[in-house]
């Protein structure tokens, strides 16, 4: 149904893009718009479309999960707008466009703009209501509660846009419900279970790995079969929901079934060779950066240009890794410790480096060396691990692939320096792990750059 929805929404805005390119040709032309007038305009506005497309997908406009009517949105939808002005100006006025086009449409950007603009808005407003009109919600039946189930079900509660509703919980083990939740039809047991899911109408059904309620509740789920229901296990429905896995609800079998590395051993050396040909074009234009960066730490702190740390690779094995150094010299005196967001021992300089990536440079000599590679789990120092995975339950497992520059889990969370957040983080490395690939690792590289952008500037 998520899936669904973000096809729903692509196609939509380009609809809208040929709609609002064409009422403004006929508005420019005066009514006056022949075939031929259509297609010289439609032929390069394509070229520009697509680049918007990319760029309200970096901007997470295609996330259902943050899709909502509120100021925040559509702030940002507009400056998502701004974005794509300046795009369509570059590539009519700032490229090389004359074999494609010898447009230069300066009043048709702008009218197409506004239009859009509006188009968009009365689209995209139209679209949450209607996808989050309870009628068209899926009702869902909750089997067993935990944290992670709970935390889910009161994020359906908020997101209605998702397509979801809970409307029945068996919370068969009596946990204490939050308020947030008390308003939910629950049962204790599941007998009748068929005439209670048909009473509250429900269409799918979620079921949490309870060992000592397991043969029961397979025994009644199995009497449901004639219903017609969606079947799910909270694993699968959470990774669906979220993009990360509930690792308090995992069981070891969970990485037999969906870890196995022969299936990627393809993928892997295909990436490898990328790794190696991205690191020797980026790490030989970033020469051109290295004087500003040398001058910009050495002007705002005394001390050594590189800073160099063992942080745990693949398997569990170490290495040295390197970067341009952006704390204080004397950053940990007291011994390791988190990196915090608004960490006072970084340097001003070392906030710009941090910022815009620039201070990681360095490590594209471990993807070169192979301990590192783009796209993967940022890698943690020895102490942190040894240190985590005694408190968070298969923690070490993130050491499964090589760790990265970017991953999965830094485009989707903030920085981080409590057990809670290495939690969430590796929520989100497992799913990295477990659905690996090209298009991925693409996604998350632009989305990384996108971040990158607005970082830079402040926002």
Not at 140 to 167: C, F, H, W
Not at 311 to 331: E, I, L, P, Q
Request: net charge positive; aromatic share 12%; no cysteine.
């Amino acid at each position: 149904m998520i899936q669904l929805k973000k096809v729903t929404l692509v196609l939509g805005d380009t609809v809208f893009f040929y709609i609002a390119l064409y009422l403004t040709v006929l508005i420019r032309y005066r009514g006056d718009l022949t075939p031929e007038l259509w297609w010289r305009h439609v032929l390069p506005f394509t070229i520009v479309f697509a680049l918007w497309l990319v760029v309200f997908f970096v901007n997470n406009l295609y996330s259902v999960q943050i899709a909502k009517n509120d100021f925040s949105f559509y702030n940002y939808l507009l400056q998502n707008l701004a974005i794509n002005t300046l795009i369509g100006f570059t590539f009519f006025y700032l490229t090389p466009t004359v074999a494609i086009t010898s447009l230069r449409p300066f009043r048709v950007l702008l009218v197409l703009i506004l239009i859009y603009a509006l188009l968009f808005l009365l689209w995209r407003l139209s679209f949450y209501r209607l996808t989050s009109h309870p009628s068209l919600s899926n009702r869902v039946m909750l089997i067993g509660l935990n944290r992670e189930t709970i935390e889910l079900a009161q994020d359906l509660e908020q997101k209605p846009q998702l397509g979801y509703k809970i409307s029945l919980i068996a919370n068969l083990d009596q946990t204490q419900l939050p308020i947030t939740l008390q308003h939910i039809p629950h049962i204790k047991e599941l007998t009748d279970l068929s005439a209670t899911i048909q009473k509250h109408r429900i269409q799918t059904v979620v079921t949490t790995t309870i060992p000592q309620h397991s043969s029961t509740v397979s025994r009644y789920l199995f009497e449901t079969l004639n219903l017609g229901l969606t079947y799910y296990n909270f694993t699968a429905f959470y990774e669906k929901i979220t993009g990360r896995i509930p690792v308090g609800s995992l069981e070891k079998s969970w990485f037999i079934e969906n870890l196995l590395g022969g299936t990627k051993r393809t993928f892997e050396l295909i990436k490898r060779l990328i790794d190696i040909i991205s690191v020797l074009v980026f790490g030989t234009i970033s020469l051109l950066l290295l004087p500003f960066i040398v001058v910009g730490i050495k002007l705002t702190s005394p001390g050594p240009l590189l800073y160099k740390q063992i942080r745990t690779g693949k398997g569990g094995t170490t290495f040295t890794t390197m970067k341009f150094r952006s704390m204080v010299t004397d950053a940990e005196q007291h011994g390791p410790q988190f990196a915090s967001k608004n960490d006072s021992r970084v340097t001003k300089f070392g906030r710009f480096l941090r910022k815009s990536r620039l201070d990681e440079i360095p490590q594209f000599i471990n993807i070169l060396a192979g301990d590192m590679t783009f796209v993967g789990p940022r890698p943690e120092r020895p102490e942190f691990v040894e240190t985590l995975s005694q408190q968070i339950p298969f923690y070490k497992e993130r050491l499964l692939v090589k760790p990265g520059l970017t991953g999965w889990a830094q485009i989707n969370y903030k920085y981080g320096d409590s057990v809670d957040d290495a939690m969430r983080k590796l929520q989100y490395d497992l799913f990295y792990i477990k659905n690996r690939s090209f298009t991925l690792d693409v996604s998350i590289i632009l989305k990384t750059l996108n971040t990158i952008f607005n970082r830079s500037l402040g926002q």
